[in-house]
């Protein structure tokens, strides 16, 4: 019997961010796709309006957030079920911070930059988890490698930084022009 009185030993928490990394990258592309081949009517009309009312994506990102965390409390799912916990995780995650913009500005463009960089800064977080060592491994020796590492996610960071605002100042005004013409 595993420490934490199971019978069957908890996956680790590299597999798991893993699979929570995996469902919130796929789900926030799939939603970028969805939402542009629908704006630009190559795509039927998915969305879902309640008494004239657009549902956005994020509402079920949050209530796929509450199932998961209430069922992760209660049952404390191991083996196959800690998985697909965690993928639906990412997915709920992915829902919920592909419109991150909008619910911390309380409204304005689906295209806002603040969802992307809210995106970038979480995939990056379950990638540490998902496939850093352990921290216990990070002796003096190692402090060479973690410094060079520490620049270069600093420096990609500020690389990716500029050229995302460089990308949002050309293809910016077009998407918010599609989202515009879309609006019923």
Known sequence: MAANGHSIPRETAHKLARRTLFGFIVTFVLSRVCVF??????????YFFLKGTHVHHLNYG??????VCGY??????VGRRAEITALLYGVAMGLTFDEFGM????????????????VIVLAALFAMVA??????????E?????AAMLIFTVSFGVVLYIAGCH?????????QSLEAASSP
């Open 103 to 118: 619910w911390l500005h309380l409204g304005g463009s689906y295209w806002q930059r603040a969802s992307v960089d809210a």
């Open 72 to 77: 992760s409390v209660f049952r404390r799912p």
């Open 62 to 67: 949050i209530f796929l957030l509450a199932a």
């Open 131 to 140: 496939f850093a060592p352990n921290l216990k491994k990070f002796e003096a």
């Open 167 to 175: 990308l949002g100042a050309m293809v910016g005004p077009d998407l």
């Open 37 to 46: 081949l629908i704006m630009s009517k190559e795509m039927p009309n998915l």
């Open 142 to 146: 190692h402090f060479w490698e973690f």
